[in-house]
T-cell receptor
Framework: ETGVTQSPTHLIKTRGQQVTLRCSSQ?????VSWYQQALGQGPQFIFQ???????GRGNFPPRFSGLQFPNYSSELNVNALELDDSALYLC??????????????FGPGTRLTVT | AQSVSQHNHHVILSEAASLELGCNYS??????LFWYVQYPGQHLQLLLK??????LVKGIKGFEAEFIKSKFSFNLRKPSVQWSDTAEYFC?????????????FGTGTRLLVSP
């Protein structure tokens, strides 16, 4: 167990709806990263939050947005859901300075199904 | 842009056989390298990491990996696999000095160890 928790475990939404996924980082960690893992693929980086600010983003459209709170927990919001958004969404927490070398610890993920 | 290639998508071995999983990355700068494992029904766990120094790194559960800079490779090895090593293995790379840590994953290798 890494101490990173995510909620909910599973979620089913309809195309066009909006969804919010939540992540509690491991105690002492100040950085949260979000990844999307489609079936049969490796995780793809969505964005990273460091000290409550987005400090890096992957190739995902603006309808993917996030927040990090003062306790370093985080939310991932996806608007106007599309069928291709169906995936496992992973949260990873870490402690490090911006751009430093450190490992990320992953949560169990939220399985999102868009119908 | 960084990319990671894992050459073997599925590997089947008998217990006590030796294991080597290939991983190559494309990026011209300095990188951090990781191997993560995902056991059935569990979250991604860090097996080992390379930041700098000795290119032969040892991880948990008897795994090791060797960073060969000239070949842009970071292959994972284990001398004698066990049934409990059945899992999916992901190689990941992070380009250093970008201001944030974005892990780029390969597509994964599914290892099945038969007793």
């Amino acid at each position: 167990e890494t101490g990173v928790t995510q909620s909910p475990t599973h979620l089913i939404k309809t195309r066009g709806q909006q969804v919010t996924l939540r992540c509690s980082s491991q105690s002492g960690h100040n950085t949260v990263s979000w990844y999307q893992q489609a079936l049969g693929q490796g995780p793809q980086f969505i964005f990273q939050y460091y000290r409550e600010e987005e400090n890096g983003r992957g190739n995902f459209p603006p309808r993917f947005s996030g927040l990090q709170f003062p306790n370093y927990s985080s939310e991932l919001n996806v608007n106007a859901l599309e069928l291709d958004d169906s995936a496992l969404y992973l949260c990873a927490s870490s402690f490090g300075t911006s751009g430093g070398s450190y490992e990320q610890y992953f949560g169990p993920g939220t399985r999102l199904t868009v119908t | 842009a960084q990319s990671v290639s894992q050459h073997n998508h599925h590997v089947i071995l008998s217990e006590a056989a030796s294991l080597e999983l290939g991983c190559n990355y494309s990026y011209g700068g300095t990188v951090n390298l990781f191997w993560y494992v995902q056991y059935p029904g569990q979250h991604l766990q860090l097996l080992l990491k390379y930041f700098s120094g000795d290119p032969l790194v040892k991880g948990i559960k008897g795994f090791e990996a060797e960073f060969i800079k000239s070949k842009f490779s970071f292959n994972l090895r284990k001398p004698s696999v066990q049934w409990s090593d059945t899992a999916e293995y992901f190689c990941a790379v992070n380009a250093r000095n970008t201001g944030f840590q974005k892990l780029v994953f390969g597509t994964g290798t599914r290892l099945l160890v038969s007793p």
